[in-house]
């Protein structure tokens, strides 16, 4: 047996169209893993399925927006009675707002945690029930940030959000150990993704995140999506609660 490998798992990624979702559901198929992705644009979600499809064995679209909070439980019912429950969660689906706090938006602010935090928790919570119903374990793994433990100027709900995922994933992890679910989360430092595509085009602060990071470059999504394949196969199999920072050593230095 390859302790690294999720062959013949099902793994549902949201965010799935770009990006670290992106990443990860490329490295999970590469991996033996079927996929089910999830985004708001049907076409994209296409378009990425097209091209997972050359590695992975099976692959299925699940069109959904995840600020429909409301909407989370029922929609993730209705997809296990189509095609199977998942054995992997990946909450990497997010987005930010960013400016000075005292100009930013009560809405923003609601805009942000419920994409960052109430959809992760509502999601995990559905994939929960159906494993602990059915008597099965599995793997939840959120994507966290930097900004878990870190801060800088203009990035308030981002900030709180990640610190929110990275101790709802220890909540979670603490709460379903007995029932075989391992919880735990990936903190990306900077990553060249769509989400920081204005800050790589910004010179002063493409050169202040290469000369920051010990590594000296951004990071890639790649770079996250191989640690996320190792807390999804047998080799992570003692380790829940954890945050495990993927950030070229930024926080080890000063």
Known sequence: ????????????????????????????????ASLILVGRDLAELERAADELRQVAKFVHVAPFDLAHTDGIAEWF?????????PEILINSAGISKRGAAVDLSID???????????????????????LIRDGRGGR???????????????????TASKGAVGQLTKALAVEWARNGILVNAIAPGYIDTDLNKALIADPEFDNWVKNRCPLGRWGNPMDVAWPVVFLASPAAGFITGQ????D??????F
């Open 140 to 158: 939840v793994i959120n994507i966290a940030s930097l900004m878990t433990a870190a801060a800088r100027p203009g990035t308030a709900p981002y």
């Open 77 to 85: 019912d209705a997809l296990c009675a189509t095609v199977g429950t």
């Open 1 to 32: 047996m390859d302790p690294f490998s999720v062959q013949g798992k099902l793994a549902l990624i949201t965010g799935a169209t770009r990006g670290i979702g992106l990443g990860a559901a490329r490295a999970l198929a590469l991996s033996g």
């Open 108 to 130: 923003d602010w609601n805009d942000v945690m419920r994409v960052n935090v109430t959809a992760i928790f509502e999601l995990s919570r559905a994939f929960a029930k159906s």
């Open 243 to 246: 945050v495990i920072f993927v």
């Open 248 to 253: 070229g050593g930024w926080l080890a230095t």
